[in-house]
């Protein structure tokens, strides 16, 4: 079997550095080099302090720390890592293109391209190209066009290409690549395959290595995301129903999970999807169906994000309904801003959007979250962070003039100081064990807690006099 000694992955993002990380620390006869033109990523993937890796994922400094300095490498310098590898990963962004053709919803590719170009320009000897990026499906055919015409420029270089889609969630990124639920890789080369499997092969049973066409692998990654996205709004959909009708809609994922062919996973209710992959995958695949003649499935996958979208102005609006209508100048604690638990990404989080509802109602926003830096809030929100204010003081001047605020708070105790209510927006596991008795002192009454991702013991916040909003709960 065809044995690859050096990788190459362009991109030290989100997937490329855990997944390296992992390759490497499975693979200790592989030389794994990560490389990336954003010279502050690569200083922090090389910061002696494992605490300040650029990407926080339980269990990723322990891989890091174990494989850094043996046979893993971050680098800026990646023509000479394309140059030195048998194997180059492409695991740079696609985010969706915001203008010209395609805006809004077709993939950019321009990374991606700069990429096939680079190794076009710095390979030395065969080289296999691996797909590691989320694509549309046929984005090898630009990839090969590329690596032909260097091929036919002369030398003794050759290229083959495959597609090895990712599918780690962030938060559990390490778990899902040490103990994959399948390895997929797409191509048209058995030999390239077979390299590839075989660096999987170190840590995941050959059965879980699905070998597929190159289409069909590129397809496929955006169809799962699609598939895992549309139950989320499914569950979404029949929450809101749950509210309007008396059920509860942990009752109705529980009855219906129980179903084998259904299934119990991924039919948590909540603030709608976030994270940089779902929205932009779907509404890929939403060009891709217009793209290719076929608008009736392109609406059909279309409606997911726009349910989700609808999820996530609905919560906003039952908000300032619950607060006689009016948000304008109070305070409200929003717990959690991240888009899941355990992880630092606030990318398309569903905190986004209802925090910049509730600010352009005039709210004052004290915002929680154990891993998010408030810098990033600022960024997300388009507004810079104001200072807190005295619990004691009454309304500030911006809010009297019913511009929207917000401050980031240390502490849950100190975003609750003198709030309206609170939202919780990220499941982390610390707002599942807050004293609400002790809480609800500190907030304005009569007070409300929005319990958004089902974190809350319901007999707890009753007893401590609080009003309680959950996802999906109807009123009996
Ligand atoms: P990211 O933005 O965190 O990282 C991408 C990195 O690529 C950046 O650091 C950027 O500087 C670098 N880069 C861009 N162009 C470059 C170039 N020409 N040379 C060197 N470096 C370059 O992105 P990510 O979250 O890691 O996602 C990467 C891809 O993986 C996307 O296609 C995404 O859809 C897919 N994906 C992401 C996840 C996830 O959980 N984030 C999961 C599965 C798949
Ligand atoms: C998702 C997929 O799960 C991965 O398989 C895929 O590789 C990845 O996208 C990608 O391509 O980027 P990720 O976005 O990191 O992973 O996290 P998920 O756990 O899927 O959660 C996505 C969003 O859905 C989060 O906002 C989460 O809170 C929400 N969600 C998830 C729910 O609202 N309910 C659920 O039952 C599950």
Excluded at 190 to 206: G, K, M, R, T
Excluded at 266 to 275: E, T
Excluded at 299 to 304: G, K, L
Aim: charged share 20%.
């Amino acid at each position: 079997m065809p044995s690859i000694r050096s990788i190459c992955c362009i991109g030290a993002g989100y997937v490329g550095g855990p997944t390296m990380a992992v390759i490497a620390d499975r693979c200790p006869g592989v030389q794994v080099t990560v490389v990336d033109i954003n010279q502050a990523r690569i200083d922090a993937w090389n910061d002696a302090d494992l605490s300040k890796l650029p990407v926080y994922e339980p269990g990723l400094d322990a891989v890091v720390g174990r494989a850094r300095g043996r046979n893993l490498r971050f680098s800026t310098a990646v023509d000479e890592a394309i140059a030195a590898a048998d194997m180059v990963f492409i695991s740079v962004n696609t985010p969706t293109k915001t203008k010209g053709l395609g805006a809004g919803q077709a993939s950019d590719l321009r990374w991606v391209e700069a990429c096939a170009r680079q190794v076009a320009k710095s390979a030395t000897g065969h080289t296999i190209v691996v797909e590691k990026s989320t694509l549309p499906v046929r984005t090898a055919e630009a990839i090969k066009a590329i690596l032909a015409s260097a091929e036919a420029s002369g030398g003794d270089r050759s290229f083959a290409v495959l597609s090895n889609p990712e599918f780690l969630a962030e938060g559990t990124a390490i778990p899902d690549l040490e103990s994959p639920d399948r390895v997929l890789i797409g191509g048209e080369h058995p030999e390239a395959i077979d390299a590839l499997a075989c660096v999987y092969s170190h840590w995941v049973p050959q059965e879980r290595i699905l070998r597929t066409n190159l289409w069909s692998s590129e397809l496929s990654k955006l169809t799962a995301n699609a598939f895992l996205a549309q139950r989320i709004s499914s569950i979404n959909s029949v929450a809101a129903l749950c509210e309007a009708t008396g059920a509860d809609v942990r009752e109705v994922a529980r009855a219906i999970g129980t179903d084998s062919r259904i299934g119990p996973k991924f039919l948590n209710a909540g603030p709608g999807f976030g994270g940089s992959c779902f929205q932009k995958d779907i509404l890929n695949l939403v060009y891709l169906c217009r793209h290719f003649g076929l608008p009736d499935v392109a609406d059909y996958w279309e409606s997911v994000v726009q349910l989700n979208t609808w999820q996530q102005h609905r919560i906003a609006r039952l908000v300032v309904q619950k607060l006689f209508g009016t948000v304008t100048g109070k305070r409200l604690a929003i717990l959690g801003f991240a888009f899941k638990a355990d992880t630092n990404d606030t990318r398309e989080a569903p905190a986004i959007r209802i925090a910049k509802d509730l600010l352009e109602e005039g709210a004052q926003l004290a915002i929680h979250d154990p891993k998010v830096e408030p810098e990033q809030i600022a960024r997300d929100l388009s507004l810079p962070a104001s200072e807190a204010p005295n619990a004691e003081s009454g309304p500030t001047r911006a809010s009297l003039s019913g511009e929207g605020t917000w401050w980031p708070s240390a502490s849950v105790a100190a975003a609750l100081e003198g709030a309206d209510s609170v939202l919780i927006l990220t499941e982390w596991n610390q707002y599942r064990q807050l004293d609400w008795t002790d809480l609800a002192q500190r907030m304005r009454q009569p007070a409300w807690v929005f319990d958004a991702r089902s974190v809350v013991d319901p007999d707890q916040v009753h007893a401590a006099g609080l009003k309680l909003w959950r996802i999906g709960e109807g009123q009996p």
